[in-house]
C-alpha cells in the first residue's frame, strides 16, 4: 500500500539550474535526485520510500504518504477533517492574496488545511498521529492548524493515548499574523496537560522544520527524532542569508547539527522510523508498570503510561541505549 500511495503521484524533484536540459528524461520512468542529481529509476526510488539510493537524500512526502509509511495499512481515521482557514485578517499584499493562495494549495493538494489528525495504530499499538502537509502553503501553522494540533493533544491526554507530531513546516503562517504565533503558546500548553497526564509524546522532524514550528511543540516531545539531512531550525533560507549576508548552504542548520548539541534525540532513516518508534511506545508501556502511580488533577491514580516528566534512570538507560545503536547506524555529517 506505501508504494502504491508513492506511485500514485511521481514526480520529477529536478530544481532549475545548471542540470537542466543535459539529458531527456521520460516522465514516470526516471526522476533526478534533487541534491546529487542523478538519474534514478522511479519505481527503485518509490519502492525506497522516495530516499534517494545514490546519496541517501530523504526527499519531502506529502501527509498521506507518511501516514502510510508510518501507520498500519488502512489504520488511519482522521478526525476534523473540514476545519479549514476562515482568512481572519482579510490578508493581502500586492498580488499575493491570502484567499486565492489558500483555494488554489485546496485544489493542488486535495485537503482543505495543512496538517491532519486522527486515531491510527502502530504495529497494533493504538496512537494519535498529527501529520503537517507541506504541499499546502508549506505546512505552515496557522489558526485551523494550531487547533487541530490542541484538539489531537487533548485526545491523547484524555483518553492517554500516545502523541506523534510528524512536522515539515516553514512556520507560523504569515497571512495570518499576530493569530499563527498564538498558536505556539495554545499547543505548548496543551502539551504541558499532556504531560500531567503521564502520556507519552514523540516528535518526528522532517524537511524542513523552521520558525515557530521548532520554537515550539516540535522540539517539545519527550523524544525528539529527526529524519537524516533535514532542515532544522529558527530562520528560514532567506533570512538567515540576508542577515548573515552568507550563502546559506553553509550555515543552515541540519538534524545532525541538532543532534550534536543536544536539541534531538535520535536520527532515524526512514525506513527504520516505524519499527524505531514502535520500540519506542514498547519502550514507554513496559515502563509504566515500574513507576509509581502517580495521582493527577481529577484524583485517579491509573497510568498507563510513564510521561515525560517522569523518565525513571532505567527508561533514560533504555532509551540512551536505543539512541546509541540509532546515532551510530545514522548519516551523521
Ligand atoms: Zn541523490
Given at each position: 500500500m506505501v508504494k502504491e500511495i508513492l506511485r500514485r503521484r511521481r514526480f520529477i524533484p529536478h530544481r532549475k539550474g545548471e542540470h537542466d536540459g543535459e539529458r531527456e528524461v521520460p516522465q514516470n520512468m526516471w526522476i533526478s535526485c534533487s541534491k546529487c542529481h542523478q538519474l534514478l529509476y522511479a519505481k527503485e526510488y518509490e519502492d525506497n520510500l522516495k530516499v534517494c539510493p545514490k546519496c541517501g537524500h530523504h526527499a519531502q512526502l506529502n501527509a498521506q504518504e507518511r501516514i502510510a509509511t508510518l501507520l498500519d495499512e488502512g489504520s488511519f481515521a482522521e478526525l476534523d477533517p473540514g476545519l479549514s482557514s476562515t482568512d481572519p485578517l482579510k490578508f493581502h499584499a500586492g498580488d499575493h492574496i491570502y484567499a486565492e493562495k489558500l483555494a488554489s494549495d485546496r485544489r493542488k493538494t486535495g485537503l482543505v488545511e495543512a496538517l491532519l489528525y486522527g486515531r491510527g495504530r502502530l504495529e497494533d499499538r493504538p496512537v494519535v498521529l498529527a501529520v503537517h502537509n507541506f504541499p499546502f502553503r508549506g505546512g505552515s501553522m496557522g489558526v485551523v492548524v494550531g487547533e487541530k494540533l490542541a484538539r489531537a493533544i487533548e485526545l491523547a491526554a484524555m483518553e492517554r493515548i500516545p502523541l506523534i507530531i510528524v512536522s515539515a513546516s516553514g512556520g507560523a503562517r504569515q497571512d495570518e499574523g499576530v493569530l499563527s504565533l498564538m498558536q505556539m503558546a495554545k499547543t505548548t500548553a496543551a502539551l504541558a496537560r499532556l504531560s500531567e497526564a503521564m502520556t507519552p509524546y514523540i516528535s518526528l522532524l522532517t524537511d524542513p522544520t523552521?520558525?515557530?514550528?521548532?520554537?515550539?511543540?516540535?522540539?517539545?516531545?519527550?523524544?525528539?527524532?529527526?529524519?537524516?539531512?533535514?532542515?532544522?531550525?529558527?530562520?528560514?533560507?532567506?533570512?538567515?542569508?540576508?542577515?548573515?549576508?552568507?550563502?546559506?548552504?553553509?550555515?543552515?542548520?541540519?538534524?545532525?547539527?541538532?543532534?550534536?548539541?543536544?536539541?534531538?534525540?535520535?536520527?532515524?532513516?526512514?525506513?527504520?522510523?516505524?519499527?524505531?518508534?514502535?520500540?519506542?511506545?514498547?519502550?514507554?508501556?513496559?515502563?509504566?508498570?515500574?513507576?509509581?502511580?502517580?495521582?493527577?488533577?481529577?484524583?485517579?491514580?491509573?497510568?498507563?503510561?510513564?510521561?515525560?516528566?517522569?523518565?525513571?534512570?532505567?527508561?533514560?538507560?533504555?532509551?540512551?541505549?536505543?539512541?546509541?545503536?540509532?546515532?551510530?547506524?545514522?548519516?551523521?555529517?
Open positions: 523552521i520558525g515557530g514550528v521548532p520554537a515550539s511543540y516540535a522540539m517539545l516531545g519527550d523524544v525528539n527524532v529527526a529524519e537524516p539531512g533535514a532542515y532544522i531550525g529558527f530562520a528560514g533560507k532567506r533570512v538567515v542569508e540576508q542577515t548573515t549576508r552568507m550563502k546559506s548552504s553553509t550555515t543552515l542548520p541540519t538534524a545532525e547539527f541538532m543532534l550534536r548539541h543536544g536539541m534531538i534525540d535520535l536520527i532515524v532513516s526512514r525506513a527504520d522510523l516505524r519499527p524505531t518508534l514502535a520500540r519506542l511506545l514498547r519502550l514507554y508501556a513496559a515502563q509504566s508498570y515500574r513507576l509509581p502511580a502517580p495521582t493527577n488533577p481529577s484524583g485517579s491514580t491509573s497510568t498507563p503510561y510513564g510521561g515525560n516528566g517522569a523518565s525513571s534512570n532505567h527508561a533514560r538507560e533504555q532509551l540512551a541505549l536505543l539512541a546509541g545503536q540509532q546515532v551510530g547506524s545514522g548519516h551523521e555529517g
